[in-house]
């Protein structure tokens, strides 16, 4: 499965809420980080129709283990590293053309 979300879709002022799931398929807990994205008022018919879409990163708990928040941090330090190794490459383009 992909996920995109777009640099507009992004919230101005992060909405992050920590939920908890029991998936009763896997007899396990799951605990979660959920970003709601932006999204336009005429697609809600009224102030209750919260139907926005979110990215939810959900994360196993196990008596034994704990969680593993430390996998998750991890890959979106990584994702961040990345965008800022890309900003970084065309700053010097940037410099470049000017130059």
Same mark, same amino acid.
């Given at each position: *499965? ?11 002022? #992060? =909405?992050?809420? &920590?939920?908890?799931?029991? &998936? ?10 959920? /970003? ?6 005429? #697609? ?23 969680? =593993? ?6 890959? #979106? *330090?990584? /994702?961040?590293?990345?965008? =800022? ?15």
């Amino acid at each position: *499965m992909r996920v995109n979300v777009y640099g507009e879709e992004l919230p101005n002022d #992060l =909405d992050v809420r &920590s939920v908890a799931h029991l &998936s009763t398929s896997a007899g396990r807990m799951f605990y979660g980080v959920r /970003m709601f994205l932006k999204s336009p008022e005429e #697609l809600h018919h009224s102030p209750n129709d919260d139907d926005r879409s979110a990215v939810t990163i959900w994360v196993p708990w196990t008596r034994e283990k704990g969680h =593993d928040f430390a996998k998750v941090r991890v890959i #979106l *330090m990584g /994702m961040i590293n990345a965008l =800022d190794d890309k900003e970084e490459g065309l700053d010097e383009i940037e410099r470049g053309r000017k130059g």
